[in-house]
């Protein structure tokens, strides 16, 4: 676990320097959404933070950084499950991209019906208490479903058609903690980071506001990595496990 870890990290890191327009993808779209928050008074301190907090253009360059956070992974998934062949993961190659497009548009429409859209509990007609109790099931069942479904969004992204969701819940099962725990370890740290940048940018002086943003937004293009590397080496280990090959067949065999 602990070698895995590690993996994840050092992929990172070595991706950025490999691949750094790829890596600052994110990275842009963050700072970006970092000056519609400034210009909105966000860093004045906690009064301008929560008058900002619900700013319409803020939220949709929100939205835009949820896409920006997916972006990076496809490539990255590629580098990791290539041995760091920086080459060969940076090709637009069919139909990898195809088949990775349509999980980016499901993530996609997925991040805009949570930000935009209206809530599945009240369309359920749900209120009160059984409103927010559903609401935690229904966050917790796509949790459990985004475990299960990491093989599938793994091979998708090397352009293995053969595995779908039923094949890749089969290959997770026996190793739902482990991915669970890797994808801990790959989120928590950077987003306690993030988190605590952006309050440091609220509380501090200016003049210390841009330098906490600037390295708050590279932290967001780690985040975006170790995201897409937590499913990437989880599923690589639980393919491995069963003796199966992530890799479409042509790939395996190059």
Request: charged content about 10%; proline content about 4%; aromatic content about 14%.
């Amino acid at each position: 676990m602990k070698t895995d870890i590690a993996s994840i990290y050092r992929s990172a890191w070595a991706f950025a320097f490999a691949c750094p327009l790829l890596f600052l993808i994110p990275v842009l779209v963050e700072l970006a959404q970092h000056v519609v928050e400034w210009q909105g008074g966000m860093y004045d301190g906690i009064a301008g933070a929560k008058a900002a907090e619900a700013d319409p253009l803020r939220l949709q360059f929100g939205f835009a950084k949820t896409l920006a956070l997916l972006l990076p992974g496809y490539w990255f998934t590629r580098y990791i499950l290539f041995e760091r062949d920086s080459a060969r993961a940076a090709r637009i190659e069919w139909p990898a991209v195809g088949l990775w497009l349509i999980l980016f548009a499901l993530h996609g429409w997925q991040q805009w019906w949570t930000l935009f859209g209206p809530s599945l509990t009240g369309l359920m007609g749900l209120t009160g208490t059984a409103g927010q109790w559903t609401g935690y099931a229904l966050l917790l069942l796509e949790g459990v479903a985004g475990i299960y479904f990491t093989a599938w969004t793994v091979a998708w992204a090397l352009g293995n058609a053969s595995i779908g969701p039923v094949r890749s819940a089969r290959i997770m099962a026996g190793h739902f903690w482990r991915t669970v725990l890797l994808s801990l370890a790959g989120v928590l740290p950077l987003m306690i980071a993030h988190y605590a940048l952006s309050f440091g940018a609220i509380f501090a002086p200016a003049f210390l506001d841009w330098p906490l943003l600037l390295i708050d937004a590279l932290v967001v293009g780690l985040l975006a990595l170790t995201m897409a590397g937590s499913g990437a080496v989880a599923a690589r280990h639980a393919a491995k496990a069963r003796s199966t090959s992530l890799l479409p067949e042509r790939a395996g065999h190059a």
